[in-house]
C-alpha cells in the first residue's frame, strides 16, 4: 500500500457529512472490526439484491477486503443498530491515463443505502464526505463503476470510458485477420489465477480508463473463491508466444442451448491481452469453438481492433455502455499526469458543484504532448488560447480522451471561444486509444 493509499484508509470521517447526518440522529463511523465488517457485509448484499451472505461468503469477503477503507452511516434508533443504513467502501488505486502515466484515484464502491432510509440524503452524504477527504489528502481523481446511470454527475463524476457489449454469431463472423503466431492452452483456474495479475500489470498503463486491479478480482474471474458459485463452468485459456512467454488470457463459459445443442453460447468473461497476436490468436479460439451459436463478451473497448478482423461485421451486435466514472478532484494534478493529441493553450474555466475543483487554469501543450498547468485569474485569456467553460463533471468526461470536447460543446455541456475552438480543445484533449476499463468494481 502507498503511503496515500494508507493515509486514505486511515483517515477519519468528513466532519461536515457527519455533522450533516448527526442533526438526523444518524453516526457516520468507520467500520473496524470484524463483526462491524460482517455487519456491513450482509447490508451490501442486501442493497445490491444479492442474498443473505454464508459463514463461508463473510469470510471470504473479508480476507479479501482489507484494502478497502468502509464507512457506515448507523441509526441508534433502529431494531438493529449495528447493521449500518448507508455504505461507502474507497481505497487509492492507480488510473491508467492517456501516455502511458497513472495517477491516484479514489475507487468508490459499496455505496448503498436500505430502503427503510431512502431518499434522505444519506448517499449524498457518503459521496461528498468521502470526496472531500480524498481531495483534502491530495488524491487528485477519483473514479466508479454503476449501477445506475443517472446516480454520480451530481457529484461531478462522468462516463469518461465507455465499453461495448458483443454478441456475435460465430458460425457467420468469419475471419480476415492474419493468422496469429503462438500457441493457445487449456490452464488449470488456478494456473490462470496465478498468472493474470502479473499481465494485467504489464498491460493496464497503456490502456486509459485501467485501474489497477485488486487481488480478489481474479479469484472471482478463475473461480478460486472458497464461496465461488459455478466455478466448474469457467474454462481458462493461455496464450504464449515463440519464446513461451505468455502474452494472452482467457476466461469463458459455456452454456448448452436445449433446443438446439449445436448453437449453443460461450460467454468471454475476461480476455486480455498484450500482443496483437495473443489478441487475435484468443479471438479466433473463442470464434472457432465448435457447437457455438453465439459469442458474448463485454467491457469491451468501443474501437476493437476485433471488429476488423470478422469477414462480416453485421455477424456482430455492439451495444456502447458508460462504464467507468471519472471525477477530477485537482485539477493542476491530473491534467499534468496525461498526455495530449495536439499542441495548443486552453483556458479552462472549471466550475465545480461541491467546490473542490473549481477554478481559473491555463493549460499549455508542447509539441510532445505534455502538457503544464498554471492557475490563472478569470479575465486572463493569453492572445491564441481557446477559452473553454465547463463543470468538472464535464472536464472529467473528456478527462481520458474518450469523450470529444466537441461532442460536449455541441450537446450544449461545454462552451468555447472563437471559431473551431470547440475542435482544436478537442483535438487537444482527445487521444488516439479510446479508454477501457475490462472489469467492474
Ligand atoms: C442509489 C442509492 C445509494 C441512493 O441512496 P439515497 O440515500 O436514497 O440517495 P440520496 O437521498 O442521498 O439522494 C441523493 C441524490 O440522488 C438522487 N437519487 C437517488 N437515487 C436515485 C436513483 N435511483 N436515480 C436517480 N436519482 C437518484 C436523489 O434524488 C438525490 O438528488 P439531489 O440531491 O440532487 O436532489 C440507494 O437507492 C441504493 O442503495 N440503491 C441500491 C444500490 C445501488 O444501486 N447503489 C449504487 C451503486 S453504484
Known amino acids: 500500500m502507498t503511503d496515500l493509499a494508507a493515509r486514505q484508509h486511515a483517515a477519519a470521517v468528513d466532519a461536515e457529512s457527519a455533522a450533516r447526518l448527526a442533526a438526523r440522529g444518524l453516526d457516520l463511523r468507520l467500520v473496524d472490526t470484524d463483526a462491524e465488517r460482517d455487519a456491513y457485509s450482509q447490508v451490501v448484499a442486501r442493497g445490491f439484491l444479492d442474498t443473505e451472505r454464508s459463514t463461508e461468503q ?31 467502501a474507497g481505497w487509492v488505486a492507480e488510473l491508467s491515463v492517456p501516455g502511458g502515466a497513472t495517477v491516484p484515484s479514489l ?11 431512502r431518499r434522505r440524503g444519506i448517499a449524498r452524504a457518503l459521496v461528498e464526505g468521502e470526496l472531500r477527504t480524498a481531495a483534502s489528502l491530495g488524491v487528485p481523481v477519483a473514479s466508479l463503476t454503476v449501477s445506475e446511470s443517472p446516480l454520480y454527475g451530481r457529484y461531478g463524476f462522468a462516463a469518461a470510458a465507455a ?10 463472423a468469419g475471419w480476415v485477420a492474419p493468422d496469429p503466431a503462438g500457441r493457445v492452452d487449456f490452464v488449470p483456474r488456478e494456473r490462470w489465477r496465478e498468472l493474470a495479475p502479473a499481465l494485467h500489470e504489464r498491460v493496464r498503463p497503456g490502456v486509459p ?19 465461488a458459485k459455478d466455478a466448474a463452468k469457467i474454462r481458462a485459456v493461455q496464450h504464449t508466444d515463440a519464446d513461451g512467454v505468455v502474452r494472452g488470457l482467457l476466461v469463458y463459459t459455456v452454456d448448452e442451448n436445449p433446443d438446439d445443442y449445436a448453437r449453443s453460447t460461450a460467454t468471454v468473461s475476461y480476455l486480455l491481452a498484450e500482443t496483437p497476436d495473443a489478441y487475435a490468436a484468443l479471438w479466433r479460439f473463442v470464434l472457432d469453438l465448435d457447437l457455438i451459436g453465439e459469442v458474448r463478451a463485454s467491457e469491451l473497448s468501443v474501437d476493437e481492433p476485433l471488429l476488423w478482423m470478422l469477414a462480416d461485421q453485421r455477424a456482430a451486435h455492439v451495444e456502447v455502455v458508460d462504464h467507468h466514472y471519472v471525477r477530477v478532484l485537482d485539477v493542476p494534478v491530473a491534467l499534468a499526469a496525461r498526455r495530449y493529441g495536439a499542441p495548443g493553450v486552453l483556458a479552462l ?6 467546490g ?17 498547468v498554471e492557475e490563472r485569474s478569470s479575465d486572463d485569456v493569453p492572445a491564441g488560447a481557446v477559452r473553454v467553460a465547463l463543470g468538472v463533471t464535464e472536464l472529467s468526461a473528456a478527462y481520458l480522451g474518450g469523450v470529444s470536447v466537441a461532442t460536449l460543446a455541441a450537446a450544449g455541456r461545454v462552451h468555447t471561444s472563437g471559431t473551431g475552438g470547440a475542435q482544436r480543445a478537442a ?14 468494481y
Do not use: F, K, N
Open 58 to 88: 463473510l469470510d471470504a469477503v473479508r480476507e479479501r477486503s482489507a484494502y478497502r477503507r468502509l464507512v457506515g452511516v448507523y441509526d441508534v434508533a433502529a431494531p438493529v443498530p449495528d447493521a449500518p443504513v448507508g455504505t461507502i
Open 356 to 372: 473542490i475543483a473549481a477554478g481559473h487554469w491555463l493549460l499549455t501543450v508542447g509539441d510532445d504532448g505534455r502538457g503544464t
Open 107 to 117: 475507487a468508490v464502491s459499496a455505496v448503498t443505502v436500505a430502503p427503510t432510509h
Open 209 to 227: 480508463g485501467e485501474l489497477a486491479a485488486p487481488a480478489a478480482l481474479w479469484d472471482t474471474l478463475a473461480g478460486t473463491r472458497p464461496d
Open 349 to 354: 474555466d472549471v466550475t465545480d458543484p461541491l
Open 427 to 440: 483535438q487537444m484533449l482527445g487521444w488516439h486509444d479510446a479508454p477501457r476499463l475490462t472489469y467492474w
Open 163 to 172: 465499453v461495448t457489449s458483443w454478441r456475435i454469431d460465430p458460425q457467420r
